[in-house]
Structure formats: structure tokens, C-alpha cells
């Protein structure tokens, strides 16, 4: 059983920057991909980015890349969402996730954590 908590959401105007944090606590981080995923308001679930296991391999949706990075320190069972350059469209609750092969197979999910953008 994996738990996963995410925090580090809140607040920022247009252009901005925050870092999502997901603490794991359990055997499986470590070995698994990680990654994000957002709902805005009145849409769909989406992915936003993933790592794999050990970090050496990343990728993004489109509407992310160059302003999004996504990291992970398994010594510390905790990933990491850097977000830059925030726009009023990445406005929504993002949500951590660890699975087998993202982003098609989640096995568990973070409990969200908002992010609000002002223009």
C-alpha cells in the first residue's frame, strides 16, 4: 500500500512560479514511474508530466513543456513539480500519481492540491 500526499499548491499571479511537492510513504515509490495530472474546472482529468523510475527519462504534454519540470528524490520518497511562467490555463487541482506505466496506468493517486492562477 502506497499513500501519497500532495502540498505546495496555492495562490500566484500570471508569470509566477510554485513547486508541488508528492510524499510518499511505502515500499513502491521507488520503483515506480511517477507523475501529475490537473483537473481545471469543468474538464477532464489530464496529464501534465512524468518521470520514470530512477529519473532518467521524462516527458510532457505539449502544453507544459519548457515551463514545467518534473523530479524525483526516491532517498527522500518525494517527488517534484517545478512550475514556471504560470498561466491563468493551468489553473486546477493537481494531483500526484505513481502506476506502472504512466500516463495509461495509475495505481495510486495523491489526494489534489490546488493551484490558482491570476491574470
Known amino acids: 500500500q502506497v499513500q501519497l500526499v500532495d502540498s505546495g499548491g496555492g495562490l500566484v499571479q500570471a508569470g509566477g512560479s510554485l513547486r508541488l511537492s508528492c510524499a510518499a510513504s511505502g515500499r513502491t515509490f521507488s520503483t515506480d514511474p511517477m507523475g501529475w495530472f490537473r483537473r481545471a474546472p469543468g474538464k477532464e482529468r489530464e496529464f501534465v508530466a512524468a518521470i520514470s523510475w530512477n529519473g532518467d527519462r521524462t516527458y510532457g504534454s505539449d502544453s507544459v513543456k519548457g515551463r514545467f519540470t518534473i523530479s524525483r528524490d526516491n532517498a527522500k520518497n518525494t517527488g517534484y513539480l517545478q512550475m514556471t511562467s504560470l498561466k491563468p490555463e493551468d489553473t486546477a487541482v493537481y494531483y500526484c500519481?505513481?502506476?506502472?506505466?504512466?500516463?495509461?496506468?495509475?495505481?495510486?493517486w495523491g489526494q489534489g492540491t490546488q493551484v490558482t492562477v491570476s491574470s
Open positions: 500519481a505513481i502506476g506502472p506505466s504512466l500516463p495509461r496506468y495509475v495505481t495510486y
